[in-house]
């Protein structure tokens, strides 16, 4: 059993920045086996994916509303995942998820039924 603790949400004005990070753990952990990813659920929609990241974080995936302002990467002896969110828009408001998936792939899913592990959520506000 995989354990995921998220930090870093909060509130924060429009074109400002904020990290996510997840931390990952459990017994016997290899934390580079598993594709790690973000996702996000604002009021009355949808989880969404919002990146994802292979075991090995040479490939990753965005969604294009995210594309060009938001950057997933992994630290792998910290067994830690993060998002770097800059020019955050007020649409960005929505609690985040990380998410893990075993065993890891080299094209990082993007589907919430992939994801094995999931963890509490931090709740991101962007205000106008």
């Known amino acids: 059993q995989v354990q995921l603790v998220e930090s870093g949400g909060g509130l924060v004005q429009a074109g400002g920045s904020l990290r996510l990070s997840c931390a990952a753990s459990?017994?016997?952990?290899?934390?580079?086996?598993?594709?790690m990813a973000w996702f996000r659920q604002a009021p009355a929609k949808e989880r969404e994916i919002v990146a994802a990241?292979?075991?090995?974080?040479?490939?990753?995936y965005y969604v294009d509303s995210v594309e060009g302002r938001f950057t997933i990467s992994r630290d792998i002896p910290k067994n830690t995942i993060y998002l770097q969110m800059n020019s955050l828009k007020p649409e960005d408001t929505a609690v985040y998820y990380c998410?893990?998936?075993?065993?890891?792939?080299?094209?990082?899913?993007?589907?919430?039924?992939?994801?094995?592990?999931w963890g509490q959520g931090t709740q991101v506000t962007v205000s106008s």
């Open positions: 998410a893990a998936q075993w065993p890891g792939s080299f094209v990082p899913k993007i589907r919430m039924d992939e994801y094995d592990y």
């Open positions: 990241i292979n075991w090995s974080g040479e490939t990753s």
């Open positions: 459990a017994s016997g952990l290899t934390f580079s086996s598993y594709t």
